[in-house]
């Protein structure tokens, strides 16, 4: 079992940036791909960013690109996602999760492990 633990968030104005971080408890989660997912009140959870811990490619969804980068320490076994320009629209419970290689890294079903989740709030 991989346990992850999501930390970073918070309450910011629009503009304002952030770093949230995913530490992992083993590091067997670096045969695995991770992503970020967020999650608001009433919707889905959705796709945010994904890295492949062998390789570094990375995968982002249309709504944070240029704003958001994903990024792994393989000495930390921590995954981390720079957030930037964020936007009232980015408020959610920001979720990291883990994926055994394989599956479409786009579909929260297709993850394996799920840290608890860490609000970020953005106000106007």
């Known amino acids: 079992q991989v346990q992850l633990v999501e930390s970073g968030g918070g309450l910011v104005q629009a503009g304002d940036s952030l770093r949230l971080s995913c530490a992992a408890s083993?590091?067997?989660?670096?045969?695995?791909?991770m992503g970020w997912f967020r999650q608001a009140p009433g919707k889905e959870r959705e796709f945010v960013a994904a890295?492949?811990?062998?390789?570094?490619?990375?995968y982002y969804a249309d709504s944070v690109k240029g704003r958001f980068t994903i990024s792994r320490d393989n000495a930390k076994i921590t995954v981390y996602l720079q957030m930037n320009d964020l936007k009232p629209e980015d408020t959610a419970v920001y979720y990291c999760?883990?994926?055994?290689?394989?599956?479409?890294?786009?579909?929260?079903?297709?993850?394996?492990?799920w840290g608890q989740g860490t609000q970020v709030t953005v106000s106007s």
């Open positions: 999760g883990a994926q055994f290689p394989g599956r479409n890294y786009y579909y929260p079903d297709n993850y394996n492990y």
């Open positions: 083993r590091r067997t989660v670096t045969s695995h791909v």
């Open positions: 890295i492949r811990w062998s390789g570094g490619s990375t």
